[in-house]
């Protein structure tokens, strides 16, 4: 039996749909163990006895900020805690020490998302579409 576009499409999102639900107690892990690692991380850059200790824990910690900036923008786009207002004011927080204040970036972010990959779209914010033709 062959399949048609339309009926893999929706195999496909009915496949996926368990992951789509939110599972508060992993959101929790994983925004208490990652800041648990920022914290760790800082501390070792700061506290360290020995410089090489501080370069590894500046490392560390660079790499524990992405971890973070992906829990932000997973919480800007509603994804990670949706109705929770200390998760919001948290990444609000997160958002000013970062200099990506939640109402800039959802804002910018949103016609990011809107622009992407079109080939008649204004390109600021994203990577400009070609097709072969124009390449």
């Known amino acids: 039996m062959e399949r048609t576009a339309s009926t ?13 639900a939110q599972d508060t107690a992993r959101s ?7 800041y648990a690692a920022l914290v ?14 501080r370069i590894v824990g500046g490392l ?7 971890r973070c ?9 509603g994804a990670l805690l949706p109705k ?10 997160q958002g000013l020490l970062t200099l990506t204040p939640a109402r800039i970036w959802n804002d910018t972010h949103n016609h990011h998302h809107a622009n ?5 779209a204004d390109p600021a914010g994203t990577f400009v579409t070609w097709t072969t033709d124009q390449w």
């Open 60 to 66: 560390i910690e660079a790499l524990v900020l992405i």
């Open 40 to 53: 760790g991380a800082v501390v070792l850059a700061v506290a360290a006895p020995w410089w090489p200790l």
């Open 84 to 93: 929770s207002r200390w998760a919001k004011a948290l990444f609000q927080v």
């Open 69 to 77: 900036f992906i829990l932000f923008h997973d919480a800007m786009h």
């Open 28 to 34: 929790l892990w994983a925004l208490g163990s990652t």
């Open 116 to 120: 992407t990959a079109r080939i008649a």
């Open 8 to 20: 893999s499409s929706k195999d496909l999102i009915a496949r996926t749909r368990p992951f789509a």
